[in-house]
């Protein structure tokens, strides 16, 4: 855990733990054994204070779209927080397809960026192609995701009780406040969703949406589109909730609509239709749109190459 964050509630910063650790020691390590015997955290380990940070000077600081909630977290939760993601950071690369790029060791989204890159050219080359590229969106991701699915998920790659456990106690009963200037709002309590901020959060959100990812790479009546010199497909890319599909043509299309449909139902995430958009790699001029899943067709300005508009 890095010097000079910033603390929690409580107003203690994590350089009191590492200068006073051989004598708190013994007390803290009592503390979350009495955790894990009764499956809670005290209070004050369960409530955190959100607070907003601005995405980038580019962009417009009066629209609250362009700031980024962060939640400070006492530093005795965060030490926990970090054991977990340690040992979840020791596995991710094997269990996790290499199609996800974020937040895991050893993976790059430039990687993501250059096959996507590659591909499109090797559509381009064959003009019979009818490939789509299909960007989808999800609004307020890692705030709405479920915890139920987060659960059944590390269950499904083999996590052990123990581990499951202690990710259900840190996202049980869970109460945060807003920071407005100098004041802070009364707690309310979250229900779903992982905090932003948290150094577990990425890791068990990439666990829950990478079941969307392996539902559409098993789908045998998903073709993807071809890869440069090689006989795998190219169904999907993602880093962290920003997913991008490739379909083979209007048969791919229509036939993961209803799979994102019922991942959105299963783990809460909306799709944000503003933001979700499909390109076409091909000379096809018309290509379906959704909106609310129903399908609709939308016109394509083969001149533009430009996104079509909200799904």
């Known amino acids: 855990m890095k010097n000079g964050s910033a603390p929690g509630p409580d107003g203690i910063p994590v350089e009191f733990y590492k200068m006073f650790w051989p004598d708190v020691k013994e007390k803290f390590m009592e503390a979350f054994r009495y955790s894990q015997e009764v499956s809670t955290l005290s209070p004050s380990q369960r409530q955190g204070t959100i607070t907003l940070i601005h995405k980038g000077k ?8 362009n700031w980024k909630p ?10 926990i927080s970090k054991a977990l993601a340690l040992r979840m950071k020791k596995v991710l690369p094997s269990i996790v397809h290499e199609n996800q790029t974020g937040f895991i060791k050893g993976r790059n989204i430039a990687t993501a960026i250059r096959e996507i890159g590659d591909s499109i050219e090797f559509e381009l080359i064959n003009p019979k192609s009818e490939a789509i590229a299909l960007s989808i969106d999800y609004s307020k991701a890692f705030d709405t995701v479920s915890v139920s699915l987060i659960q059944e998920a590390l269950k499904l790659y083999g996590f052990g009780e123990n581990f499951i456990k202690w990710v ?11 920071r407005n200037e100098r004041s802070c709002s009364e707690y309310f309590t979250l229900e779903r969703g992982v905090r932003q901020g948290c150094p577990v959060s990425p890791m068990l959100f990439i666990i829950a949406v990478e079941l969307l ?3 559409i790479r098993q789908s045998d009546k998903i073709k993807g589109i071809a890869l440069p010199q090689s006989t795998l497909s190219l169904k999907i890319l993602q880093f962290a909730d920003d997913t ?3 379909l083979k043509d209007e048969m791919d299309f229509r036939e993961v ?9 299963c783990s809460g995430l ?10 076409l790699l091909s000379k096809l001029t018309l290509v379906p749109r959704y909106n609310h899943y129903e399908h609709r067709m939308c016109r394509h300005n083969k001149n533009s190459g430009d996104y079509i508009k909200s799904l």
């Open 213 to 215: 990812a392996l539902n």
């Open 244 to 246: 991008t599909l490739f």
């Open 168 to 178: 259900r106690i840190i996202l049980t009963d869970r109460q945060s406040n807003v």
């Open 257 to 265: 609509l209803p799979k994102i449909k019922v991942f959105s139902l």
């Open 270 to 279: 909306q799709l944000n239709e503003k933001k979700s958009k499909a390109i």
């Open 58 to 65: 580019e962009l417009t600081r009066n629209l609250l779209t």
């Open 70 to 79: 962060i939640c400070l977290t006492n530093a005795d939760y965060e030490i």
